[in-house]
């Protein structure tokens, strides 16, 4: 079947630190995989996406590079903000009619001025 | 325009109530779907259309009814809920992933239901 692990939180940082939040799927297929940041009280945000091998997505100063050699999607930030205090979920998706998303569990980031 | 709108924002209805909550995107995607999420969970999937047609019902209850009047639509009808059904429910859509790439999918605010 296929599922998401990712590490779970709470993360906390002080601001500038490097993130990194690991995650690793395990699918039957050729998955896109997804990062979404939910934000208190928000809905979820797509936050970057990458659909094939070796793909780096990006977005705001965040990253995931596709291994499909290790299948993971890590994400990494180089200097995180008080902002950017969230709940991030990896996420991936199956070409098959429209499928779920499969998400992981949720990491939940705080980070401290 | 990446939006997609929820409404109401909060809801909260005692058992007997009936409510309906709505949602809207005019991204032109015509796959949609309806989320629910606990707290501190991730999304769990109820139910998905495609191009206004019922695809998957994640054996939800019948007291969840969903219905998409057009392709920019989507709501959900609620009819004698209990307290455990109390949650975000989450809107999303994309463009339909039928012809074998799967696309992102973009979700709204959610709406807040409490069931007292």
């Known amino acids: 079947g296929n599922s998401v692990t990712q590490m779970e939180g709470p993360v906390t940082l002080s601001e500038e630190a490097f993130l990194t939040i690991n995650c690793t799927y395990t699918?039957?297929?050729?998955?896109?995989l997804f990062w979404y940041v939910q934000y208190p009280g928000e809905g979820l945000q797509l936050l970057l996406k990458?659909?094939?091998?070796?793909d780096k997505g990006s977005n705001k100063g965040f990253e995931a590079t596709y291994r499909k050699e290790t299948t993971s999607f890590h994400l990494e930030k180089g200097s995180v903000q008080v902002s950017d205090s969230a709940v991030y979920f990896c996420?991936?998706?199956?070409?098959?009619?429209?499928?779920?998303?499969?998400f992981g569990k949720g990491t939940r980031l705080s980070v401290i001025a | 325009d990446t939006e997609v709108t929820q409404t109401p924002k909060h809801l909260v209805m005692g058992m007997t109530n009936k409510k309906s909550l709505k949602c809207e995107q005019h991204?032109?995607?015509?796959?949609m779907y309806w989320y629910k999420q606990k707290a501190k969970k991730p999304p769990e999937l109820m139910f998905v259309?495609?191009?206004?047609?019922?695809?998957i019902n994640e054996s939800v209850p019948s007291r969840f009814s969903p219905e998409c009047p057009n392709s920019s639509l989507l709501n959900l009808h609620l009819h004698a809920l209990q307290p455990e059904d109390s949650a975000l429910y989450l809107c999303?859509?994309?463009?339909?992933?039928?012809?074998?790439?799967?696309?992102?999918?973009?979700f709204g605010p959610g709406t807040r239901l409490t069931v007292t």
């Open positions: 999303a859509s994309s463009q339909d992933s039928t012809r074998g790439v799967s696309y992102e999918q973009y």
């Open positions: 699918a039957t297929g050729y998955p896109s």
């Open positions: 990458a659909t094939k091998a070796d």
């Open positions: 996420a991936l998706s199956v070409v098959r009619g429209n499928t779920p998303l499969v």
């Open positions: 991204m032109g995607h015509r796959a």
């Open positions: 259309y495609s191009y206004e047609k019922l695809s």
